[in-house]
């Protein structure tokens, strides 16, 4: 998409309802922690600080994109922070992506209340919004693992006012013996009661940010020690019987640039 793309399909799309806002929130929110976790090394590469003012903008159909602000004043949609790309070279990686991710979720909100403004939502409609919108980890929590050091903590209450073996433990430690596994809705083990499958609905995805659902693949990268979905990294359960150290892409796109 070109420079003026996102005014256009501003345009285009209008979400009015409190859970069409929401929708277009959770997209957006999708496509930015999908630029700064799984798509991080393209992300790093567009933001050249030689080139001009630059802004990262999420879609509402779940892709990202580095672009040009538009250029009509005021734009049809509140703008991103300009010119992330001219401190990726002066700080540290990590401290730079965090910023952005500070950054996205300001605009994110600026997004959605944008539309409430404009469909004259009432004080309990943008509570409501603001509620639906606050029950989701933040793409900063994300993006720096806070949002699974929190949920992590939340768990590890919950087991031990449960009682917890420590058998039962292993299911959600991230240095267990497999490093990945595909969890069962209902598990062979008769110790994995319903406790165990809240915890395991704790468990936040380091790609989409999303909860943990019954049928679908995990996996747990060796080296930050993240948890994914497997279809957002692109690893299937036969592919991940024979990785025997399995390092998620930011993790794998950082130390190619370490080597270089």
Known sequence: MEGGGVGVEGEEY????????FRDFKARRAALIKA???????????????????CLYGLPNEEWEVNL??????PELPEPALGINFARDGMQEKDWLSLVAVHSDSWLLSVAFYF?????????????????INDLPTIYEVVTGAAKKQQREKSSISSHSGKKSKSNSKV????????????QPKDEEEGLDEQDEEEHGDTLCGACGENYAADEFWIC??????WFHGKCVK??????????????????????????
């Open 14 to 21: 209008n979400p009015r309802s409190v859970e069409d806002v």
């Open 36 to 54: 700064l976790t799984t798509d991080v090394e393209e992300f790093y590469q567009q933001c050249d600080p030689e080139k001009e003012n630059l």
């Open 69 to 74: 602000p538009a250029e009509e004043v005021p």
């Open 116 to 132: 409430g403004a404009r469909f004259g939502f009432d004080k309990s409609h943008r509570k409501r919004l603001f509620n639906m």
């Open 172 to 183: 959600r430690a991230p240095d267990y013996q497999e490093k990945l596994t595909k969890l």
């Open 221 to 226: 990268c060796d080296l930050c020690e993240k």
């Open 235 to 260: 690893i299937t359960p036969a592919r991940a019987e024979h990785i025997k150290q399995y390092k998620c892409p930011a993790c794998s796109n950082k130390r190619a640039r370490v080597d270089i």
